[in-house]
């Protein structure tokens, strides 16, 4: 069952369109990262289900609950929406210590004294913060700081966790270490998390699911192992890993496959989209472990074709796709 439901969502900044039609799902216990460079939209459709954004068309709903749809409109203010929420910057009360921002969220619903105790203290405990409730945030580690605003957001039980580059703010090991734990927590604890990145290597790890984001719109969504091993487009391709890209030219296409050729070389690949022999073609290697085989795609658009090649052990095999649109 899909806890988060997006349908063609519509957000727009003055003239500048900035979210153009993106369509998604959450499923339950499912970690999903919104990846892409910055200005492709990431953190404003992580906004915009948050309640702190207002598109201009489309559809949300939690569960089997609408909280925005543009045609009739509907628009359930954030504080109703019973998301978890973790900024980039953890947004702590300074003047609060740990147990009471974890507090915080339970007092403005209300929640019985003794309950909010025994909820806090079970959230701590579970996070491993069980001994540093008294303590304030600026006497508490960046890595600390962190699992503090996740019991914030866990702490009342929200169907769906929002993660804004919960791990932008800390140094590479100990990035490492909370990529771990906020993965096994997410898990362990059944949550449906969305995680806002720009990090490629930070999405393969915690994801379930990757949506790339291209300039508003979802360019390719998969399981990280598809994202990487099958790109539908040339712009994935790049973004998932780095490649050394060269101009040749598409000799010929049959049975799916296609050669590319170029001043003394030819190289074979199976082909995604239209082929037409003769086009100028951008093609691409992927260096990973490997002595003398070769993985490559390749693909057409408009008047040129396009593709990505991945170096494998012992075998030759290719994957292509339809160059992807700039805008």
């Not at 699911?209 to 719109?217: Q, T």
């Not at 074709?305 to 075998?315: D, E, L, P, Y």
Request: charged letters at 20%; proline letters at 4%; hydrophobic letters at 40%.
């Amino acid at each position: 069952m899909a806890e988060l439901t997006v349908q063609e969502l519509h957000l727009t900044y003055g003239d500048n369109p900035i979210l153009k039609g993106v369509s998604m799902e959450l499923n339950r216990g499912e970690v999903v990262s919104l990846l892409g460079p910055s200005g492709s939209g990431k953190t404003t459709l992580l906004r915009a289900v948050a309640g702190l954004e207002l598109p201009h068309r489309g559809t949300i709903l939690i569960g089997d609950k609408i909280v925005f749809d543009g045609s009739s409109g509907v628009e359930l203010p954030a504080e109703n929406r019973n998301l978890g929420l973790v900024f980039q910057s953890y947004a702590l009360w300074p003047h609060k210590t740990v147990s009471g921002n974890v507090a915080y969220a339970l007092k403005l619903r209300k929640v019985a004294s003794n309950e909010i105790a025994q909820r806090v203290a079970d959230v701590l405990k579970q996070l491993g913060l069980a001994a540093l409730g008294d303590r304030y945030p600026h006497q508490l580690s960046g890595g600390q700081q962190q699992r503090v605003a996740i019991a914030r957001a866990l702490v009342y039980n929200p169907r769906v966790i929002l993660l804004d580059e919960p791990l932008s703010n800390l140094d590479a090991k100990l990035r490492e270490e909370a990529r771990a734990f906020l993965r096994e927590l997410i898990v362990r604890l059944g949550l449906s998390a969305l995680v806002v990145t720009h990090d490629q290597n930070e999405a393969m790890a915690m994801s379930d699911r990757i949506l790339l984001l291209n300039n508003g719109r979802i360019e390719q969504q998969g399981t990280p192992q598809e994202m990487y091993s099958g790109p539908k487009t040339l712009f994935t391709a790049e973004f998932m890993g780095s490649n050394n890209r060269f101009v040749g030219r598409l000799a010929e296409a049959r049975d799916g496959r296609a050669r590319l050729e170029g001043d003394g070389w030819s190289l074979w690949g199976t082909l995604r989209g239209e082929p037409t022999a003769g086009r100028e073609a951008h093609g691409g290697i992927r260096a990973c472990a490997c002595r003398s085989a070769r993985r490559c795609t390749w693909a057409t658009s408009g008047s040129t074709s396009s593709g990505w090649a991945k170096c494998r052990c012992a075998r030759t095999e290719a994957r292509s796709s339809p160059r992807a649109s700039t805008g």
